[in-house]
């Protein structure tokens, strides 16, 4: 007797979804029936992550029609995919990394009170249920940028099993998680196919697929190419189907195709790494070169192309393009662990020669990794602790220096007030604006420390820099300064101090004032990335800029390239000590143009 076919979860039919000009989807068919798991396969670009992202509300339906548990859907987006029980592990994080687990669990789906209160306790008590039925425990309370990646994993699936839904999606997920980790997918998976749900499982693993898949759609240029049952398919045949519309017609007439369509599978696992990878053959022309080292290497259509390698070599730094055929020419492993590519890239370069079962050699692999953000933030750290310390000591000094400045102060006051000669009057004058000076310089001392413990509170950042705007407005006026706010300005709440905060732009904008000309141009700009979560403010002047042999100091203490008398050096030592204080980073470049950027951790919106 046949098996009676089971209701449709899901009909996606004549999808069409765009990327300006880029057909992503071009009329794609798609079924899920309920109590089924459904894979997902195609090359890379094929169309996969377009369907999805239109599943989740994160992509416009240009054309067609999504119909779920029967009901045509037409305005699909976040919150409506969550009220049709769609549940999707993307894959790359979808956490809020300042958002703490529970936070994150219930994030569009908060549980309050009749009088809008969360309900924070029943949150805390529900997720710790689910990490029990999961055999996992980890730390509720701290922001999931401080949880392993494993953790972070758990949040996500732990996410999935709030949610309880009808649909479940599963992106590429076996590339990032461990064999335990997946274990308790698969459970998942069977536990919701039990129960009736419907699974689309996406990934490049074919063992995977034909282990626990009912049926596999096949997309390649946004398009379907084939719905199959796992039990009326072979490997072989899969894999024929999913990679054999990219062959030319050369690789067609091969003899064993099969075997091409294999290597094409193989390739494709490559192309998606997340390192950067180039296959040289023997001649040194590129034979593959996959996605991510195009993107650190920032290369064109045509420098990625088999003729290649020569681009790659000129934008290395002359050292490294020197010595690189020089290592390749001695087929062993040679790793390069700081090589410069164009004006700022820092690489880390692995090569190791590639041969086969009878170690002949057939050509060169070379693994590429972008450090460049890993490097600045050591040297950061390390220029960090150096002010740290100097600030430490700083502090101490200036205690100790206070105390006796105070009293000579005070016998300047009672001289003055006697009756002397005119020339000792002027005298005991100088003596009191050079005690006042280095009263100042005793304050900045303190301000440059740790000493004091500010208080904190939620501030709006583009508030802070709209009052210190109005204390500079005298000064701009007064050189006739164009100061222009660049962008969309936007509320950006931060944890910080208002008056330091405050110190911090007002000492970059006068910087930015004294630097530039009359009729100067300065231009301020403020970016919110609520991705990444955070707030930076830039702070651009056309000015004589920062010699390039003094970049690497203007942070120090008591450095400076002012002639003033009354500079002591501190001003950039403090902007970074006040940035540091706040969790944040400041930057500069400086070339036609130098800016100051700041950034600081942006605070979630206030529930509800």
């Given at each position: ?301 045509h420098e990625a192309s088999a003729k290649g390698f020569p681009t790659f070599l000129a934008k290395l730094d002359e050292e490294t393009a020197r010595q690189l055929p020089i290592y390749m ?280």
């Amino acid at each position: 007797m046949k098996t009676p076919i089971a209701p449709l979860a899901l009909r996606m039919s004549d999808i069409h979804v765009s990327y300006n000009e880029v057909k992503a989807l071009r009329g794609v068919d798609f079924e899920l029936r309920k109590g089924e798991i459904h894979a997902l396969v195609g090359a890379h670009r094929a169309g996969k992550s377009s369907l999805i992202k239109l599943l989740c509300g994160a992509a416009p339906l240009e054309k067609g029609q999504i119909q779920i548990q029967g009901k045509t859907v037409s305005n699909l987006n976040p919150k409506t995919a969550l009220a049709y029980k769609i549940g999707i592990i993307h894959q790359e994080s979808n956490l809020i990394p300042s958002l703490n687990a529970v936070e994150n669990i219930f994030a569009g789906l908060f549980s309050r009170t009749w009088y809008k209160t969360i309900r924070y306790q029943q949150m805390n008590a529900r997720v710790e249920e689910i990490f029990e039925s999961l055999g996992m425990k980890i730390d509720l309370k701290s922001p999931v940028r401080r949880l392993s990646k494993a953790e972070q994993h758990m949040v996500e699936l732990a996410r999935l099993v709030l949610i309880d839904p009808d649909i479940l999606v599963f992106d590429e997920i076996s590339g990032k998680l461990n064999p335990e980790e997946m274990e308790l997918v698969y459970k998942l998976i069977f536990k919701y196919r039990e129960l009736g749900r419907g699974i689309i499982y996406i990934s490049h693993n074919m063992d995977e697929i034909f282990q626990f898949s009912d049926r596999v759609t096949i997309l390649h240029d946004g398009l379907r190419r084939g719905t199959e049952e796992i039990v009326n398919i072979d490997k072989a045949k899969l894999l024929n189907l999913t990679y054999s519309f990219v062959l030319s017609r050369e690789e067609l007439q091969q003899t064993n195709l099969e075997l091409y369509n294999f290597k094409k599978y193989n390739e494709d696992i490559l192309k998606n790494l997340p390192i950067g990878v180039i296959i040289l053959d023997k001649e040194r022309n590129i034979y593959l070169i996959n996605y991510a080292a195009v993107q650190i290497l920032s290369l064109e259509q045509h420098e990625a192309s088999a003729k290649g390698f020569p681009t790659f070599l000129a934008k290395l730094d002359e050292e490294t393009a020197r010595q690189l055929p020089i290592y390749m020419e001695k087929n062993e492993r040679i790793v390069c662990d700081e090589a410069t590519y164009g004006d700022d890239k820092k690489l880390k370069l692995t090569i190791f020669p590639f041969r086969n079962e009878k170690y002949d050699f057939l050509g060169t692999i070379i693994l590429i990794e972008d450090i460049s953000f890993e490097i600045s933030m050591k040297n950061y750290l390390i220029r960090a602790e150096k002010v740290s310390s100097i600030a430490e000591l700083a502090a101490g000094v200036a205690h100790e220096i206070n105390n006796p400045l105070g009293i000579i102060l005070n016998y300047v006051e009672l001289l003055k007030s006697k009756q002397m000669e005119t020339d000792a009057g002027e005298k005991l004058k100088d003596i009191e604006e050079e005690l006042h000076r280095i009263v100042e310089i005793v304050g900045s001392l303190l301000s440059f420390s740790k000493a004091r413990d500010w208080p904190m509170e939620r501030i709006d950042l583009p508030s802070v820099f709209d009052e210190v705007l109005v204390l500079a407005k005298h000064k701009l006026q007064e050189k006739e300064i164009q100061l222009k706010k660049a962008g969309v300005w936007q509320p950006a709440p931060i944890q910080g101090d208002w008056n330091r905060l405050k110190q911090l732009f007002l000492n970059l904008l006068m910087n930015a004032i004294e630097a530039v000309l009359q009729h100067g141009k300065i231009t301020v700009r403020q970016t919110v990335d609520y991705e990444q979560m955070f707030v930076e403010i830039a702070i651009t002047d056309d000015g004589y800029g920062i010699p390039e042999e003094v970049q690497e100091r203007i942070f120090d203490p008591f450095f400076s390239t002012k002639t003033t008398t009354f500079n002591t050096g501190l001003g950039l030592s403090i902007c970074q000590h006040i940035v540091e204080s706040h969790m944040g980073l400041i930057s500069f470049t400086s070339g036609e143009e130098t800016t100051f950027s700041v950034r600081f951790p942006l605070l979630a919106a206030q529930p509800g």
